[in-house]
């Protein structure tokens, strides 16, 4: 039995601690404060408290207490705590020395310990270590006795009632954390009611709530079974925007699916894991429910190593989902409330611009965009009836690009769901067009994704105008309220169509008034403008533009094709009128402007013309070339006959030809023949492509009678133009006749003058050359004798180039690679380019012909252009050799696309050569002037203080003898390129 003084000390000790940890008070500090109560009641110098950790239940929660300088081992207090926790019983270690698990780690001095199991509702929550007791006084062993087992005990039953007390007060205060975090977040969501601000506001929420990196929120597509993009925020933010989230893969589908919240510890071990998130370490996700439905997905995640989520943050999300399904249905709700707002007010508007305005297509596009906004549609389209073709024609459209062209802008009546709409004047919807027998183009719906369809009457009383066409992208089909505000919106609509029918209608009266009163007078006008000129392109420009004027004949379009007899064909000349519907628009406009006189329209278009005539409507009408005789062509026909004709159906017409008349893409086009003396001229071919107005037999008699005027004009600009190049080659041909004599003479004059003064220079050359060699250069007799030579050098030139020059050209020709007569010339001037400095670049056809040249003739035409171009760079530059095959055009001579900085060997002749091999010589030396560049071929012609002036003249004559001809290339104040064009077919 214990003596009184020790249970007195005892009882001492158990009160003080028993009083210390009663106390509420933090959990760390109660965890701090046991080990140093447990050190103070036994006495000793070393406590450590082990605690479990309470999610993952390791025991690494250590509390040290020391008094002084600590002697125990970590290892021995972590082997007794070990014993301690696999035994759960106190323990009493006289000696640690003296137990073989102890053993090894003990110190080498005595050192005593007690041991206990800390346990809470039977459940082991730490354990205790005291170590080294400090002896009361001399004599004492420092060794525990089994009260101090029994105090630790006592201790230890009171700490575990403290650790859950601190534990308890921590969680409600932080209970009551959360719940003031969650109502501060579910008001900020409250405040909002766009769902983009509400969505945002909850994945805003979830962050903070969490503490995590990143939040998002997906919403659920009812339609499409899978999840969608809402809002996210973190660092995760824009990848999440990109992200697809269609299929049945990771932990937001497998949530949605089940419709409950999971929580991952570690994402990457678990079976949800994407490859394409390699960063991520925990996930926590719910599902977002109203009710029994299903909204969304709210998740978290975070990329910090060693972070988990609890128990609570799921409780703690789960909470914010409540709240967020509710604000989503609210914004929902407003959303709901604001489309049908905005669907008055466009009904409002729709009928405020139809009284407020004359252009109907303005209205009838403003229609058709506002159904497409306000009710979500991937397609709507307005469909008009027209009584004159019996269809539905599309007036207008609007939705996604994909879907604005329709396969037919008409559709017959009494066909498909739209032509039993328009019968019926009953509305029809379509769950699914691509599988709707009733839709008339099911494979475009499939393709194009359509999923559902909804046609709607024009109605204006029993009778239908039209009917709006409508789709999505989405199943589902339409609701009640969209049908109901489709219907009433259509009915403003069909006000819109009648009041343009009406408009159209008094429009087209005042239109056929105006053409009538024009067209007795057009023909007086026209004749007056056409007699105004006798050039061909001018007159006929005239011509098409009085057909083609809105206050002329009114056609869109109009082409002249005139008889070429000679080859036996209808060859196209010109066209006039729009290439596209905005040009189509602007003249048919003009039908309603105020009329000005032809002569001044024609005047005004003047400067223009060259532009206009390489727009596409008049290389169409130029590239026309119809055999007479043998095809089946109308406008062949017509030039044959001499009657005009119209062309109703010109698709399925069999004397329409598809690669003549075909061309025009018009189903219906007219034609009369141009008639000069009993003669037909040409044909004059007219269509209306863009407003479709029906060619009438007033507009074919008109057009036949107009079409005989201009054939006399027509024939004779024909004539004077004849008598005008007559005139001309008259003069050309004089012209050159005299050039000839007077180069004969010239010719037959240098040869004698050549033939005489050779031999003296020889001689004078000669004896020059020796007196040089033999005086001295420093001496004046010596510079004169090398003055001499130089000239008489520069005579010789002179005399060789002269008597080539009148030689008479013989060709011996043979196979020759000019490629390889190239590379010959330039190694005779490797000296002087590495002299001067000059970079030689070749740019070589890869597949180059064998020519037949002379190769000695055409050897000295290449040194006469590559010493021209050297010349030109004494201080260095680009000389540039190429070669080229040209395919000769039709009706093109070669180098006919020379450009205006270029002049040409006019007086060339012109061979038919199918093909062209080029060779181009070229310098950077700064180029002809532009004022003497047309005079560089004439003889003795030079502005080179040394030279002949006869360089470029036997050049030419040389290509002239092998049929071909030079080309010079000149840009001012860059370099000049020479260019020698030579048949591939020459013989």
Known sequence: MEQTPDRFTHLSRQYFTERHLGSPMELSQVLGLVPRLSAGALHARTAVLRLADEETGAHDQVYRFDLGQPDTPDAAEEALAGMTRGEIVPFLIADLRDDPRLAPHAPSRRLSAVSVPLLQNQA?????????????????????EERDV?????????????????????????????????????????????????LEAIAAGAMRLL???????????????????????????????????????????????????LMLDDYQASPYALPEFPDIVATITTPVMFGERLLGV???????????????????????ATQAAIAIENARLYDEAKERGARFQALNE??????????????????VQAAVNLVNLALAQLWVWEEATGCLRVYASAGDADLLEPPLDMFPAGEGVMGAVFRSLEVVTLSDPGEDPRYADRERAQRLGVRSAAVVPLRLGERAVGVLSVAR???????????????????????????????????????????????????????????????????????????????????????????????????????????????AAAVWGALTSAPRPLAEVIGARAPSRGERADSPFDRLARSFRIPLRGTQSVLARVALEGHPYRITDARHDPHVHPEWEGRLEVDEFACAPLIAKGKVVGVLVVDNKFNGKPITDEDLEFL??????AGLTVENARVYTSLEDANREIQRSHHRLLQQERLAALGEMAAHVVHEIRNPLVAIGGFARRLAQRLQASEPEGRYAQIIAGEVDRLERIVHDVRGLSRESRLTLADTDLHTLLQDCLVLFADRITLQGVVVRTELAERFPVLRLDGLQMKQAIMNLVANALEAMPQGGTLTLATSMVEQEVGRSAGAAAGPAAADDRGAARPAAAQWATLSIGDT???????????????????????????????????????????????????????????????
């Open 473 to 583: 992208r989405r199943g589902g089909g339409f609701k009640t309220d969209e049908i109901e505000f489709l219907t009433a919106f259509a009915q403003h609509v069909t006000i819109a169509v009648e009041n343009a029918r009406l408009f159209r209608e008094k429009e087209r009266l005042a239109v056929e008034e105006l053409l009538r009163l024009r067209k007795l007078s057009i023909l007086s006008e026209i004749g007056s403008v056409m007699q105004s000129t006798m050039q061909m392109d001018a007159l006929l420009h005239a011509i098409l533009t009085g057909v083609t004027y809105g206050a002329g004949l009114g056609f869109n379009r109009a082409m002249l094709l005139l008889v070429d007899e000679s080859r036996g064909i209808l060859r196209g000349r010109m066209g006039v009128g729009p290439s596209s519907g905005e040009e």
């Open 704 to 709: 036949a009678a107009f079409a005989t005027q």
């Open 150 to 198: 029994r105090l630790l005990v006592t201790l230890g039953t009171e700490a575990g009632i403290a650790i859950e007390n601190a534990r308890l007060f921590r969680a409600a205060a932080q209970r009551a954390d959360e719940l003031v975090a969650l109502r501060e977040v579910g008001e900020a969501i409250a405040r909002r009611l766009e769902l983009p601000e509400v």
């Open 350 to 367: 729709l009928s405020r611009k139809m009284t407020a305005s004359l252009d109907m297509q303005r209205v009838f596009d403003y229609a």
């Open 298 to 320: 709210l998740a978290s995640h975070t990329t910090q190593p060693g972070k988990r989520f609890s128990p609570g943050d799921l409780r703690m999300l789960e909470m914010l």
């Open 124 to 144: 082991l929550i730490g354990t205790i270590c005291v170590f080294d007791r400090i002896p009361a006084g001399p004599g004492e062993q420092p060794v525990f």
């Open 211 to 261: 503490g995590s990196q990143h939040s998002q929120i997906l919403l659920w597509d009812e339609e499409t079974q899978c999840l969608r993009y809402g809002s996210a925020v973190g660092s995760e933010a824009e990848r999440v925007k990109g992200q697809s989230f269609a299929g049945s893969r990771g932990v937001n589908a497998t949530v949605a699916r089940t419709r409950q919240p």
């Open 925 to 987: 030396g700064g180029g002809i002037p532009c004022e003497i560049v047309d005079e560089v071929f004439k003889p003795f012609f030079t502005t080179k203080e040394v030279g002949t002036g006869l360089g470029l003249t036997l050049v030419r004559r040389i290509a002239r003898a092998h049929q071909g001809r030079v080309e010079v290339r000149n840009d001012p104040g860059k370099g000049v390129t020479f260019c020698l064009w030579l048949p591939v077919n020459s013989s």
